[in-house]
């Protein structure tokens, strides 16, 4: 049902897999600005699969342009970008990458974790500063190993962020959509009763419309002065406003954030702050993990175009 259609990458994507997708592939480009339009004119009948990534993704105006479009196949596992509730009644499949980046996720959220309560990125500073000889002493930090654990979001990353600090004698309770079954962990029905029990939050959520603002100002606020909010999913999953307000105020102890609403855009007021550590979205970003994404992205791809199915669908495609 999909041979001979053509492939769109829609958005930025790894270097090597930009060069893949058009030398083995004739993947065009979508045009960005003027060209945009005209593009699709001239070829958006002919385009059977898109690859794209949590950056860019399809929105429903894109899919009304693409009417052969049959899949939707995403560089990455969070997929917030694409309207898949559109593509679920256009019968557009539409794919991720999952469990290969969990374990670099994962470990990313135990060293922002690590690095928020001890402050090592804050004390670098200070020792490049030329701080130490001068001023003696590093201030003390806060504990780690011990501390009382929440996490938003107990799925494959969140998972695997509690088998982790687990090895540290944390405490680890969750919030989730539902209670999930078998879990050592307790079940707290709300994240603001979540985040009033516990020293860290963790948010390991999912993006999109159901989780937008899940950790609002009152989850914020419950979590309190001595407490830590940690963000490894998506910036729009936390009142970032009520998140910036409160670290300034002093309010919460401490934040580390791998993500934000605005990427690449980082809140000016954080930057002056010593109690958050800031990281430019690389939560999966390891030579490794990037190669087991790129390889899952194109055997999603291979399969759709050669039987017209998906290898990791979050929705599977219909005949179209
Ligand atoms: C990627 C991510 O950097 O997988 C995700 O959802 O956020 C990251 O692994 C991103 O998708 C690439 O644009």
């Given at each position: 049902t999909v041979s001979g259609g053509q492939v769109l990458q829609v958005g930025p994507l790894k270097p090597s897999l930009t060069a893949?997708?058009?030398?083995?592939?004739d993947a065009r480009t979508l045009p960005l600005g003027e060209d945009r339009s005209s593009f699709l004119a001239?070829?958006?009948?002919?385009?059977?699969?898109?690859?794209?990534?949590?950056?860019?993704?399809?929105?429903?105006?894109?899919?009304?342009?693409?009417?052969?479009?049959?899949?939707?196949?995403?560089?990455?596992?969070?997929y917030d970008t694409t309207d898949v509730e559109r593509a679920e009644e256009l019968g557009i499949g539409v794919s991720n990458t999952p469990d290969v980046l969990t374990d670099c996720v994962a470990d990313t959220a135990v060293g922002l974790l690590i690095d928020?309560?001890?402050?090592?990125?804050?004390?670098?500073?200070?020792?490049?500063?030329?701080?130490?000889?001068?001023?003696?002493?590093?201030?003390?930090t806060r504990k780690v190993s011990g501390t009382r654990v929440g996490i938003v979001g107990l799925g494959r990353i969140g998972s695997a962020i509690a088998a982790r600090l687990t090895g540290f004698g944390c405490t680890i309770s969750y919030h989730n959509r539902r209670e999930v079954p078998g879990s050592p962990f307790a079940y707290v029905d709300s994240a603001a009763a979540?985040?009033?029990?516990?020293?860290?939050?963790?948010v390991a959520a999912a993006g999109g419309k159901g989780t937008q603002k899940l950790v609002d100002r009152e989850v914020l606020e419950a979590l309190g002065p001595g407490g830590y909010l940690i963000n490894?999913?998506?910036?729009?999953?936390?009142?970032?406003?009520?998140?910036?307000?409160?670290?300034t105020e002093?309010?919460?102890?401490?934040?580390?954030?791998?993500?934000?609403?605005r990427e690449p855009h980082v809140p000016e007021a954080l930057l002056a702050l010593d109690t958050v550590v800031l990281l430019p979205h690389v939560g999966s970003g390891t030579t490794e993990t990037r190669a087991a994404m790129e390889a899952l992205t194109l055997q999603n791809l291979d399969e759709?175009?050669?039987?017209?199915?998906?290898?990791?669908?979050?929705?599977?495609?219909?005949?179209?």
């Open positions: 893949t997708l058009s030398e083995k592939y001239e070829h958006g009948e002919t385009v059977t699969a898109v690859v794209t990534s949590g950056r860019t993704g399809v929105d429903a105006a894109l899919m009304t342009e693409l009417p052969n479009l049959g899949a939707i196949v995403h560089f990455g596992v969070g928020t309560l001890r402050g090592f990125s804050a004390s670098d500073r200070f020792v490049r500063a030329g701080r130490w000889p001068a001023e003696g002493n590093y201030p003390l979540l985040a009033a029990g516990v020293d860290v939050l963790i490894v999913a998506r910036g729009s999953v936390v009142d970032e406003d009520a998140l910036v307000e409160l670290l002093r309010k919460l102890a401490g934040a580390g954030l791998d993500v934000f609403t759709y175009l050669a039987q017209g199915t998906l290898t990791t669908p979050v929705l599977d495609p219909r005949s179209r």
